[in-house]
């Protein structure tokens, strides 16, 4: 996929119970190339990243989107799998990210 401008395709996010980061694994599209990676964001930057989806149209259910896994009393993992949920594509411009996050693991 050939993309006008930088940005991130997500494909899902995952987060712990008792983590204060959220998981998200994407494509990255940047300077004509793209690649899969992993970006962990604070729950303060996930808002506003889902304030900006929000803002574009994207709503996502996260109240009954997510599937749970409970490893024990006080521990779950949520996650959200967006390549089968959504009708379009979840893209965000890379400059939505906070620059300290821009720092990507591929």
């Known amino acids: 996929m050939k993309t006008i401008f930088n940005s991130i395709l997500v494909n899902r996010i995952q987060f712990e119970s008792s983590s204060t980061e959220v998981q998200l694994d994407c494509c990255i599209y940047e300077n004509g190339s793209s690649y899969d990676s992993q970006i962990f964001v604070s729950m303060?930057?996930?808002?506003?990243?889902?304030?900006?989806?929000?803002i574009r149209g994207i709503d996502l259910d996260m109240d009954g989107g997510l599937d749970t896994i409970v490893l024990s009393d006080d521990e779950i993992i949520?996650?959200?799998?967006?390549?089968?949920?959504?009708?379009?594509?979840?893209?965000?411009?890379?400059?939505?990210?906070?620059?300290?996050?821009?720092?990507?693991?591929a």
């Open 44 to 54: 303060t930057a996930f808002n506003q990243l889902l304030c900006e989806l929000n």
């Open 78 to 105: 949520y996650s959200m799998d967006l390549t089968k949920e959504n009708e379009k594509p979840v893209f965000l411009p890379y400059y939505c990210f906070p620059e300290q996050n821009k720092l990507l693991r």
